[in-house]
């Protein structure tokens, strides 16, 4: 059980009397130890908190408070799960009464507006208890209209729409409503089609009302008819409609993906059901990020810009943190949007590059992305401005980026907060990096950037940077600094420790960059001074270095002086063991030299140890568990 | 009355030398010409025509030529010269065919010294021959049956048992696949002895007295000190099994186990991969633990059914130079490579490296003229991107010897090459290598010969590549005579214009060199590369 959940159930047994405890022990277990990933264990903890309020008639705050909260929990997790809403209502209607029920029902709605049976519990509720209230009720029907009126299966709603304007007596609203209705694909469409039929018979003589003429209806709702037909052969196939816990049949989730090709593409479909039909799709695949990216991508192409954003950040609540491509693909579009709208967009993309940077504390594009953005609008410069004032702003963005990165490693609060909070030990070789591309590329100083680099490399969190190191790479070479790149290569490994793959295709390209770069004389030079015989000679001894990232020069150059080689190696990789062996061996010597004087008796080493087994090394605890 | 030689030979003669001539490394040509001529050569006596004798010795030649590795048929040859009685000749065939293989062959010094043993009469030549071959494949897993040559001759021609001892004492210490035939011959000859004195002929004196406790010079009786000294060597002979049997089983059962071919396959013959790995851990091995006498000949060994795989000639050379720099050696072993592996790009690479660093001028140079050769001067045509690579990186840096005329000649190779657009590989790297020979072309000769030939040119599969407009802008970008300001004009208003008429991924890549250097002309690039955002770029 993480944090969170053992927070929240000792939160719900807050305050409850020891008797009372001891009396439900059973309940108490299950608000312990319930699994929210597990639909049977949720069940459980709801129905043995309903059973409390039918043990207590008439219980003590404390505990009403504390069956609220188990509802408020599951609810909060699982917004969707509208059956736990209705009976919350059921459970809040006898703790509290009948206001206090009809709240339950307006937040349902709130929380999960796309619920047919919520907005109907919510509007029976509503229209039952204050049927005065005229004006509110219309209202919740109109917006609700939007929300749910779409639905194929939608008719309960209209039913109650047109009964309820029925009685209110006006004819305007219930034309308005039918004008509606005779477009929507819905199940039960040819009941309204003899219901708006004898509507408009009764309501001929009423010039003022612009009723559809009988052949219009007809023809409206022969193309509705066609519509429900194509409609048809995708809703029949939808077995669950309702959000659960778990996985979705894989069939099921064919049927929406085929659903919504066939909405996005049919021109038949009018946006308003298109989003409908996205809107009930992810009422059951709410996990499933191919079907945000599908959602998001239709409504960017729709073009209203609050509502992809709107899509956009419903989608990344939604979806579980280890899927990214949707995270990906908003920042793509808030960036692209900058261009045209800038000031709405801006701080939303501060705002979600910070969110993420907490949510991938690892990742460092975050922190690049937002450096990149920041330089393009608050340090930014065009080819237009003298050549004087775009310095100016190069000037003042590396001194803003030291004066951050130096307000970091000195913990000091002198930074800009926007980019202190996106920074940690993980990202922080993004920002030098940044540094240093501005001192080289766009100040053009040499000796500087120099500086920086040996002033950085010494940093803890540089050691591990592969993009540092590699940038520091780049600028040896494009400097054409020989002495630099050549014991740059020689530290690899040991000093710059970056993934082997890395070191290989380094030192292969270090390889053709001193072939291609150095002139032959200048190489027999080096050869003849006698350079390359303690250091590395690039042209013979790289490729030990490949694949081997510890090898240095040192060890073989002191010729006959070399280390006493390892002869525990028996042929498995990791596998040692003490071989017996003859301490003054004369294999090496030729039978000749003793001719006349016979060799000495052979000493031994491990001799005992020849039946012993083999001794395991572990290396990976050795060399890396223990020396991180 | 010899008869002449065309009489000797008749039609089939000149199909099979043609067909020799014509596939030279065809092995099994060569095997036909051969039999065909030795046929006509039967009986063998030393009333042989003697040009169908120099024939035979010319087409042996030729073989060992294309074939240096050939072990059997080097004897062969040696055999034929024996059978007639040309000893002299024999030695040379002999002595030639050990060079080709760095004396390091077991069965050539086998087959050779049992004929010496015949007809050398002489022991100090003799035994030279046997000690010289002891220097060289003494240490063979195989090799018992040299040792039991050398012992048995060593029997027949010396007096007195010191030499005798002091050899099988040596090989006692031999990881070798019959080790436990001379422990016997050893502990037989410990029973042999019937003499406190005797016991200095497997001992030194000194250790006697002091680890047997036996004085050989003492006036101690002798009878029980004799039987207390063969109790102690006894000792120490099982002592010196148990490492030696434990020495040879680890490598039996590890490697040589798994080794089945021991002789040099032609061409066609494909190893299979378990024994080519099995080499490749057995080397391993050796050099980790062994002692470097046994590495060498190791190697050498895995020549013979390996030739043709460039690993072992790269791991021959590579570990020639790190255990003793011995860069020479390396060399040879590499043009040998060179010669009989399939793959030769990677050698040729390292061979070049070895000559230069040598100063072998004008051996490098013949290398550099027989490849262009065998690409008929037209190397830039390759498919092999990494022998066209190093030909041009080689020959670019030792431009100083005068057989190539540097750049400009360099320049045209590779737009040579670079015009294959899609149908070479490496383009891309080409191009990148380029780029960054920062010491040799300018920014300027770069731009004109390269990048606006390929604009002008119109080639469409490095101008709607990604690649190709990264490398433009970064060159510009990078380049160290120009400002920030003269490099971020020319990408934004030089570059950028070229680019909007491209596909979408050439699009794509200027704008991501836009967002990493130059975040502040985001907006101008999208602008020039076409009004709108392009939708394959949000979808993407």
Known sequence: MNNKAEAESSDVLKGLEVGFLKDNNEWVKIVKGVNWEDTASLDSLIKSTEQLVLKYINPNQTIKRSIQKVFENALGRYPLLFGYWKRFTAVQYQLHGLNRSIDVLSRAVDAFPHSLELWCDYLNVLIANNPNEVDKIRINFQISKDLVGNQFFSHPFWDRYIEFEEKQARPDNLLAIYKTLSHIPLHQYSRYYTAYKSFAHENASQADLEIDTEDEIDRIFATTQSLVNSVWKFESQISQSYFNLGPVPQKELDNWNNYLTFAVESELVSASLKKSIFERCLIPCQYYEHFWLRYTSWMESAGDFEGVLETYQKGISAVPLNLRKLRQKYLEFLKLSLRKNKDRTLETYFQTLDEFSRIYPQDGTFLREFVAVLKRFEFGSSLSQTDQEILRQQRSFVAYLEKNIRAFIRKAQDGDVRLQNLISNTTLPVLVIELIKATYYNMKNTTQTRALFSEFEKLPQLKFATSFWLLYYKFLKATIDLNGLESFVNRLGTEIQIPVLIINDIISDFKSFFITNVQLSAYEQEVFEGRYNAGLDPLVDLDYKVNNPLWTKEQTAKGGNRLRKEKKDNGHPGLYFEKPTVSNTLIENHSKTFANNPPPLPTFKNLEKVNKSALHRDYLTTDYLQSV | MDESLEDLLDDKFGVLSLNVSQSPLALGNWVDLLNYLLEKAHPLNKRINPQLLELIRHTYGSLFTYFPLL????????????????????????????????????????????????????????????????????????????????????????????????????????????????????????????????????????????????????????????????????????????????????????????????????????????????????????????????????????????????????????????????????????????????????????????????????????????????FDDKIEETDDFELFMDYFQFTLFVEKWGHREAEGVAMNILRKRLSYGGNKKGQEELLHLVCQMYARFSREVLEEQIFRLIIDEDWSYYLDSAKFWYEYCNRVWTDQETSYLENRRYIVQKILPLVSKRSANAKQSVISFCETYMPEDVDVCYDTLGGDLPAQLISR
């Open chain 2, 71 to 374: 072990e059997n048929y080097s004897v062969d040859c040696a055999l034929l010269e024996y059978k007639l009685g040309n000893v002299k000749e024999m030695h040379a065939v002999f002595t030639a065919a050990l060079q080709r293989h760095n004396n390091s062959s077991l069965l050539l010094w086998l087959e050779y010294l049992k004929l010496c043993n015949e007809v050398v009469t002489n022991h100090k030549q003799l035994f030279r021959k046997y000690e010289l071959a002891e220097s060289h494949v003494g240490l063979h897993f195989y090799s018992g049956e040299f040792w039991e040559l050398y012992l048995e001759q060593i029997k027949l021609r010396c007096t007195g048992h010191r030499r005798y001892l002091a050899v099988l004492r040596k090989v006692l210490e031999v990881p070798a696949y019959s080790y436990s035939k001379f422990f016997a011959l050893w502990l037989h000859a410990i029973d042999e002895i019937k003499d406190v004195k005797q016991l200095t002929l497997m001992a030194p004196e000194l250790e006697i007295h002091r680890k047997i406790k036996v004085r050989v010079r003492g006036r101690e009786r002798k009878g029980p000190q004799l039987q207390e000294g063969k109790k102690a060597l006894r000792k120490f002979t099982k002592e010196l099994y148990m490492v030696t049997q434990h020495r040879v089983l680890e490598i039996y059962n590890l490697f040589e186990i798994n080794i089945k071919t021991h002789f040099y396959c032609s061409a066609e013959t494909l190893i299979e991969k378990s024994e080519i790995t099995a080499w490749s851990r057995y080397l391993d091995f050796s050099v980790e633990n062994g002692v470097d006498e046994l590495t060498h000949l190791n190697f050498q060994r895995a020549l013979l059914p390996l030739a043709h795989y460039e690993m072992i000639w790269l791991k021959f050379a590579a570990w020639l130079i790190e255990n003793s720099q011995d860069y020479l050696t390396s060399k040879n072993v590499l043009s040998l490579g060179l010669q009989l592996s399939h793959k030769k790009a990677k050698i040729l690479e390292k061979l070049c490296g070895l000559l230069i660093k040598l100063g072998k001028q004008e051996e490098l140079v013949l290398l550099f003229q027989q490849t262009q050769a065998a």
